[in-house]
């Protein structure tokens, strides 16, 4: 009984809420990198090691100017070079895209967790270098439990839900949108109507960098105002997995990155409840919460997710 008190609390709880979208934002981000990039043919599961470095970027470029803003568009601009990497790779070389992808994440925590001592002077962690102030709305915060979840919130975060909007608009709403996704389904016939499929590939695969990078940057400055090595910590896995189960739709991907935010913000306020004992054996079965839920949705909904017919499969124009 006290087990079901517990969870009634969390959920009556608006800290739980407030950490859901915390939790969701760099899923949102990185969820829809995997979008752009997957429904123009291109399998991405480099945005682990783009986040990654995304974080560290931010980080670096804070620490030297003092701006956190600079260190927001220094971590795009580093995940825009690493995802061109990835489609130089994919799309003129018509590598592997997994393999890709792969060795883009170990190069991408070698790099960090190499620069940290001639950076820093230390491994492991950086000392606090800046965060993004939180935007506080007037009489919002004042209105009884929603003040407490919308009413001071980091501007990623409406950054987040306005790049949905925007992403939705752009593919479904839009030529360039169109032929997005006609590169992702039938790139002959897309190349036969004037389509220039390597080039909406490489804006899909480097669009993923954006988002990818941004994402990152919200672990870091975003969130704690440091680094520390591997602080991507799976999430760009995850977002993947929310991606799939959102069927490869903006939306869709939002809405999943929700449910695996929410997993991870109930696993917190458990394992905090006054109500229960989480002692150190039974800890990581919480942490493990986020992880299990998105073995179960890729093993239950990869099926039921069609992505777009030629994912993954490079293309090579015939003269």
Known sequence: MRILEAIFLVFANPLFYKITLTASTPLIFASLGGVYSEITGVVNIALEGIMLLGAFTSVVFTYFTGSVWIGILMAVVSGVAFA???????IKWAGNQVVLGTALIL???GVTGFLMVPIFGKPGQTDFVGKVKEIKIPGLSDIPFIGKIFGEL?????????????SWWLIYKTKLGLRMRAVGENPEAADTLGVNVYGIRYFGVLMSGVWASLAGAYLSIGEVGHFRELMSGGRGFIALAA???GKYNPVGAMLASLLFGASSAFANQMQSSSLIHVSATVKPLFDMIPFVLTIIVVAGFVGKSRPPKADGVPYEKVS
């Open 107 to 109: 190069i991408a925590q």
């Open 154 to 166: 980091s501007p990623f975060i409406y950054i987040a839900f306005i790049s949905v909007a925007f």
């Open 84 to 90: 061109w990497l990835h489609a130089w790779g994919s």
């Open 243 to 245: 991606m799939i189960l």
